[in-house]
């Protein structure tokens, strides 16, 4: 690449750190840190750092190019917090990743993160409840379709009990939140009706947040999910399986020659995919299990962002290809494909 585009692109870059530094400051700091030299460090040895005596942040520039905006920013916060813990809070006795950095970084609501080779991660609550929920989804394989069919059933009555028990517990759920799926400048139908899928039926809450795309220099839109652990990890994987078996579905109705736009026949699976979820939704209200929401949930939210818009929605033709897609997301099933990965305890399959 040419010097002179990389040195727009730099400083660009250096802006868009600048302004996010600032905001951060602001709103969660109260204005308590000094403005730092920013730098784009081309040595690339770690994501980011803090040079206490020289009063200079930076990001390492493969780390921009490598990975989305979102977690550039997130290291932006974990320097930030080593700048208030030195500046700020003065400590210079305690070690990088200590306790006051790790409070620090939950100041600024970012996971205190730190690097190195965790060790296996103790089983959990999310890894128990997961092996349940795997066992289920595997029996939704069934070419049997009355097994499937009550399999599948059964992994979300699981999943509702779960929910209704973290509801009425005593103690405040540990809440958390993740950026799933990629970005683009204009969200499709298909992303917005994946999304209120996950919202209605699988206890997260769903936001498009703005992110800077830095080799366009330009915002786009990204999905984040909020939730406790256990359902970040259930919506994730529904996410990726409804779109992976939306465009499956949709390349066998286009070879079986069947008439009608992608749009319209996805859409009609999605929808017929949640029409199923709430007949199911509906018997186990029939048995007792009635969800009500989850208010902490939402103050959650609250606190994250404090104002929110509702996103509008364009409608869809209601065509052949829009009914063979409901009738096609009548009959779907969630498969198995959720697992425990052994060290760090990620769960879903995703390397």
Not at 126 to 142: N, P
Not at 219 to 237: C, D, F, P, S, V
Not at 252 to 265: D, K, M, N, Q, V
Not at 278 to 292: D, F, P, S, Y
Request: net charge positive; glycine share 8%.
């Amino acid at each position: 690449m040419a010097s002179e585009t990389l040195e727009v692109l730099h400083r660009a870059w250096l802006k868009k750190l600048r302004d996010e530094w600032q905001t951060v400051n602001r709103d969660k700091l109260q204005g308590k840190l000094k403005v730092p030299i920013f730098l784009i460090d081309t040595a690339n040895r770690r994501l980011g750092f803090w040079d206490a005596k020289q009063r200079t942040l930076g990001i390492s520039e493969q780390h921009i190019w490598q990975h989305p905006w979102l977690d550039v920013l997130d290291t932006l916060r974990h320097e930030m917090a080593h700048q208030y813990v030195s500046e700020v809070l003065g400590i210079h006795d305690e070690t990088s990743h200590g306790t006051a950095w790790r409070e620090t970084c939950r100041l600024l609501d970012v996971l205190p993160q730190a690097t190195g080779t965790p060790g296996l991660a103790p089983e959990t609550e999310t890894d128990r409840m997961l092996q349940k929920v795997k066992k289920l989804l595997a029996l939704a394989e069934s070419p049997n379709v009355n097994e499937a069919e009550a399999a599948m059933a059964a992994a979300h009555a699981l999943i509702l009990k779960y929910n209704l028990d973290v509801a009425n517990a005593a103690q405040s759920a540990d809440y958390a939140w993740r950026r799933i799926g990629g970005t683009a400048a204009a969200i499709g139908l298909d992303w917005k009706l994946v999304a209120s899928i996950l919202s209605r039926w699988f206890f997260v809450e769903c936001v498009w947040v703005s992110v800077y795309v830095a080799q366009h220099m330009r915002m786009e839109r990204q999905l984040e999910i909020l939730g406790t652990a256990t359902n970040l990890e259930l919506a994730h994987y529904a996410h990726d399986f409804l779109h992976t078996a939306t465009e499956s579905l949709w390349r066998s109705h286009a070879r079986a020659g069947l008439r009608g736009s992608r749009r319209e026949f996805i859409a009609g699976v999605l929808m017929g995919f949640s029409q199923k979820l709430q007949a199911e939704r509906q018997v186990h209200a029939g048995r007792g299990l009635i969800w009500l929401g989850d208010p902490a949930l939402g103050g959650y939210v609250k606190g994250r962002y404090r104002h929110l818009r509702t996103m509008s929605s364009a409608g869809v033709r209601r065509s052949e290809a829009h009914q063979a897609g409901v009738n096609a997301g009548q009959r779907l099933r969630i498969h198995q494909g959720i697992h425990a990965k052994g060290k760090g305890g990620g769960l879903l399959g995703r390397e």
